[in-house]
């Protein structure tokens, strides 16, 4: 009896592998079938769900990636959505420190971003892929015109996707070009992720919000034993800008946490993304 409650008590335990950390975010949309869409990557309820050319979920998880001539493809509701201002969901190739595939695969980890223009945000992430060419703790966020890197689904998919091959598109008006499906994907870089480049981070493992593993019907066995996210804040608020730029200086840059204040009676306008000067 006593062996049994000892048994018990010790599987009741949370376990003490979550893994936290910093590192550095980049962004991709490649349109391939995820690494951890392949079955027995890790312990998982089903691998990663993948579809077809027009986004119908496919059923065999052994069906060929789309970037090897096959037909299966990152499935479009696998894009970053926005809960408010502070938070958002999506999903990410990763690598992490210490770790292989079968250990992040399908894991879960609250994201929150430290430089740049969406620092003090939060993305709770799912990874959904491994990527080969990343650094440790490395987030590739996956978000339609991120850029396709070092494969290319999207010609075979939808013909192509716009922008550069590493970067993506450069301006909100560029994401009206996409398939309807994906588009809301990409105004996200801009409207809620304030088109940061990308930013560093500090990451902890999470237990898989039922949001994220509803699109990929993807839990890994252990994931109960990881924490609940939750939220503290519902609003963001942005960097406040301790300095005010003289005359002629820049007063903004898409890498900076937040502009410098303008004189009264002037604005700053873009010249390049790197480049803003203040105008009358």
Request: charge should be neutral.
């Amino acid at each position: 009896m006593f062996l049994q409650i000892l048994t018990s008590l010790i599987l009741s335990l949370p376990l003490t592998h979550a893994i936290s950390g910093t590192g550095k975010s980049t962004r991709y949309w490649d349109c391939c079938k995820p690494s951890c869409s392949w079955p027995s990557k890790a312990n998982v309820t089903n691998p990663v769900s993948t579809c077809d050319k027009s986004s119908n979920i496919l059923t065999d998880a052994s069906t060929k990636s789309g970037c090897d001539s096959g037909t299966a493809y990152m499935c479009a509701n696998q894009i970053p959505w926005s809960v408010n201002s502070a938070l958002s969901y999506g999903f990410a190739a990763t690598a992490l420190s210490g770790q292989k595939e079968s250990d992040w695969c399908c894991g879960c980890y609250a994201v929150t971003f430290t430089s740049g223009k969406a620092k003090g945000k939060t993305m709770l992430i799912q990874s959904t892929n491994t990527g080969g060419d990343l650094a440790d703790n490395q987030f590739d966020i996956a978000m339609p015109g991120g850029g396709l890197g070092i494969f290319d689904g999207c010609s075979s998919q939808f013909g192509g996707l716009g922008g550069s091959r590493y970067g993506g598109v450069s301006n909100r008006s560029d994401c009206d070009s996409f398939p309807p499906a994906l588009k809301p994907g990409c105004q996200w870089r801009f409207d809620w992720f304030n088109n940061a480049d990308n930013p560093t981070h500090q990451f902890t493992q999470i237990r898989c919000p039922s949001e994220l593993v509803s699109k990929t019907n993807c839990r890994r066995l252990d994931d109960d034993k990881f924490p609940i996210y939750t939220p503290t804040v519902s609003v963001w608020a942005s960097p406040t800008p301790t300095v005010v730029a003289k005359q002629w200086e820049q007063c903004d840059s898409l890498l900076w946490d937040a502009q410098a204040a303008c004189p009264s009676g002037t604005k700053c306008v873009r010249v390049t993304d790197c480049e803003f000067f203040f105008s009358f």
